[in-house]
């Protein structure tokens, strides 16, 4: 069965550096989504992606986060500068096109970011 | 404001007897709502949706899921619960309408245990 894999599954970094956080999507999927869960919080949605473009952002997502689609593969979460509070498991997830009607969406198993 | 309340950290069944988690919502407009369940280093996994018609729903594993609007409530269940089913699970929703790509609210997770 298809799945959504990411990588790298646990990323340490420092405060301040630069963070890619990669994605493989299921390949047949048109939709892409980043979400992140703090520990012990809830799992809360950063940004959709459709057609090579941020469809959707939440507040989170300011302008240290940026989302991109490289090739017809990966989908890819960047944070230029990060903080200790972006410490976190961020979650990629795909879903189908499918014309009216809503899909569930299809998770990664997640990055654990630490930034310290 | 779209919320999901999951108001048990924690619930433990034995074996065998029937199971319920319960979940909350809060939404505008006609809900969609999601059951997921993650399994420890794995992803969420989807279990069913509830989008529109009957009020009760079956999905993987032999869980189930009853949508009541009045009380805006769909909880989890199961009628014969298993060791195996002890994880994570996770309820979300989404607006039915007025929403392009399908952004999730999560409630918190509920921990299932199932004592042999």
């Known amino acids: 069965e298809p799945e959504v894999t990411q990588t790298p599954s646990h990323q340490v970094t420092q405060m301040g550096q630069e963070v890619i956080l990669r994605c493989v999507p299921i390949s047949n999927h048109l939709y892409f989504y980043w979400y992140r869960q703090i520990l012990g919080q809830k799992v809360e949605f950063l940004v959709s992606f459709y057609n090579n473009e941020i469809s959707e952002k939440s507040e989170i997502f300011d302008d240290q986060f940026s989302v991109e689609r490289p090739d017809g593969s990966n989908f890819t979460l960047k944070i230029r500068s990060t903080k200790l509070e972006d410490s976190a498991m961020y979650f990629c997830?795909?879903?189908?096109?499918?014309?009216?009607?809503?899909?569930?969406?299809?998770f990664g198993p997640g990055t654990r970011l630490t930034v310290l | 404001a779209q919320s999901v309340a999951q108001p048990e950290d924690q619930v433990n069944v034995a074996e065998g007897n029937p199971l319920t988690v319960k979940c909350t919502y809060s939404?505008?407009?006609?809900?969609?709502l999601f059951w997921y369940v993650q399994y420890p280093n794995r992803g969420l996994q989807f279990l069913l949706k509830y989008i529109t018609g009957d009020n009760l729903v079956k999905g993987s594993y032999g869980f189930e899921a009853e949508f009541n609007k009045s009380q805006t409530s769909f909880h989890l269940k199961k009628p014969s619960a298993l060791v195996s089913d002890s994880a994570l699970y996770f309820c979300?929703?989404?607006?039915?309408?007025?929403?392009?790509?399908?952004?999730?609210?999560f409630g918190r997770g509920t921990q299932l245990t199932v004592w042999p």
């Open positions: 939404v505008s407009g006609n809900p969609y």
């Open positions: 979300a929703v989404r607006e039915g309408r007025g929403s392009t790509l399908g952004r999730l609210y």
């Open positions: 997830a795909s879903s189908p096109l499918q014309r009216g009607s809503y899909n569930e969406q299809f």
